[in-house]
């Protein structure tokens, strides 16, 4: 049974750094596009970055463009999100997801078929 674990979630002031990882079991995570989407309370599920299998090509949503950075150690089966520059609007539970084989960054969440349990990110001003 395919698990992806996260960790790195917490409470941060406004400006500050937090590193996500998203440690996937039951299956290599070298071969798979990988997804971080985030859901603020009362929000829909939006996409937040994602990585392509070979690690070559990477997507962001605007709003964390710049900010944020996704990367993948595929010897340790780990992806992980770096952020920085953490802003209120930040706040939010925290989903890492995996797509299909071979798969691209894809924006869309219905292109990824398993889900961690979502850290929260909580960014105090």
């Known amino acids: 049974q395919v698990q992806l674990v996260e960790s790195g979630g917490g409470l941060v002031q406004a400006g500050g750094s937090l590193r996500l990882s998203c440690a996937v079991s039951?299956?290599?995570?070298?071969?798979?596009?990988m997804g971080w989407f985030r859901q603020a309370p009362g929000k829909e599920r939006e996409f937040a970055a994602s990585i392509s299998w070979s690690g070559l090509i990477t997507y962001y949503a605007d709003s964390v463009k710049g900010r944020f950075a996704v990367s993948r150690d595929n010897a340790k089966n780990t992806v992980y999100l770096q952020m920085n520059n953490l802003q209120p609007e930040d706040t939010a539970v925290y989903y890492c997801a995996q797509g299909p084989p071979y798969g691209g960054a894809y924006r869309n969440p219905s292109a990824y078929d398993v889900w961690g349990q979502g850290p929260q990110v909580t960014v105090s001003s």
């Open positions: 039951g299956r290599t995570s070298s071969t798979y596009g």
